[in-house]
């Protein structure tokens, strides 16, 4: 199968059999997950189920202990960092660059406006000319309702301004693929809504995301699946309204009473 091709069937992202060791402990132990071009795969669980470890491991910011990360239909095995070929290395960087990441904190420069935190990324990694870049990174901006703060500093802004500058920063690098970290767990609550609102706009253009959250309600609206994490494993997974208003497992059942 040619990778590049836009006909290619099967799921735009694969995470296969995937683990993850700590020392002797093992967080994740065998997990597999499939996104298909424009799915929102939802992942629920505890505090240290190993959500945030598996969306990590997506982009190799962990490096999983076994099992592989398919994407676009190249394979990339775990391995260790240091024994990757030099053709490896190269695809890893592809990699990246068709992965977008955001994060609970943010993450952004402090002594940058919003639209130069935007524009960081196509210049210094895509190579775009300030100017194109700057075209760009005003056109995401606008989408995530923020054209009249572009030249804010993040301490300009409030955290739901703040999350929304780095959702523009990740869609300004045109990944095929969104991953979110619990996004919204940093924000007062008036301001999750705002952010939600984004998020819930990307998934109707058709974005692919995977999603880590606690926002059973805003799971249950985007979500093609919601995957639940216990421990390490998957141990409940399906559609949204099944899992979030029907579970078959104990875990799962007491896990949500406590987001009612
Ligand atoms: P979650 O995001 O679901 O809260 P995490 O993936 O952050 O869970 O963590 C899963 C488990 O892995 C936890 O027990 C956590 O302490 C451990 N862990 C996460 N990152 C590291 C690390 N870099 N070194 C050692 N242990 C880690
Ligand atoms: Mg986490």
């Known amino acids: ?90 695809e890893l960087i592809a990699l990246r660059r068709k992965v977008g990441m955001v994060f609970q904190s943010f993450n952004l420069w402090p002594h940058r406006s919003a639209i130069e935190n935007v524009m960081e990324g196509p210049v210094q990694v895509l190579g775009l000319s300030k100017k194109d870049a700057r075209e760009r990174s005003l056109g995401y901006l606008e989408k995530v309702g923020l054209a009249d703060r572009i030249n804010h500093y993040p301490s300009q802004l409030s955290g739901g301004q703040q999350q929304r500058v780095a959702i523009a920063r990740a869609l300004a690098m045109e990944p095929e693929i969104l991953l979110f970290d619990e996004p919204t767990s940093a924000l007062d609550p008036e301001l999750v809504g705002e952010v939600l609102r984004v998020m819930q706009n990307l998934a109707a253009e058709g974005r692919t995301m995977i999603i880590v959250t606690h926002e059973m309600q805003f799971a249950l609206e985007v979500s093609s699946e919601v995957v639940f994490l216990s421990k390490g494993n998957i141990e409940e997974r399906g559609k949204p309204s099944e899992v979030l208003k029907s579970p078959t497992s104990e875990a799962l059942a007491s896990f949500l009473q406590r987001y009612r």
């Not at 093992?26 to 071009?37: F, H, P, R, T, Y």
């Not at 959500?51 to 910011?61: A, E, G, M, P, V």
Request: proline share 6%; aromatic share 4%; net charge positive.
């Open 1 to 90: 199968m040619n990778p590049n091709s836009s006909t290619a069937r099967g799921p735009l992202l694969e995470i296969c059999n995937l683990r993850k060791s700590f020392g002797p402990m093992e967080v994740l132990k065998g997990v597999s997950i499939g996104a298909a071009q424009g799915d929102v795969v939802t992942l629920i669980g505890s505090s240290g189920s190993g959500k945030s470890t598996l969306i990590r491991c997506i982009n190799f910011l962990e490096e999983p202990t076994a099992g592989e990360i398919v994407l676009d239909g190249i394979v990339f095995p775990a391995m260790g960092r240091d024994r990757r070929t030099r053709k490896q290395n190269a």
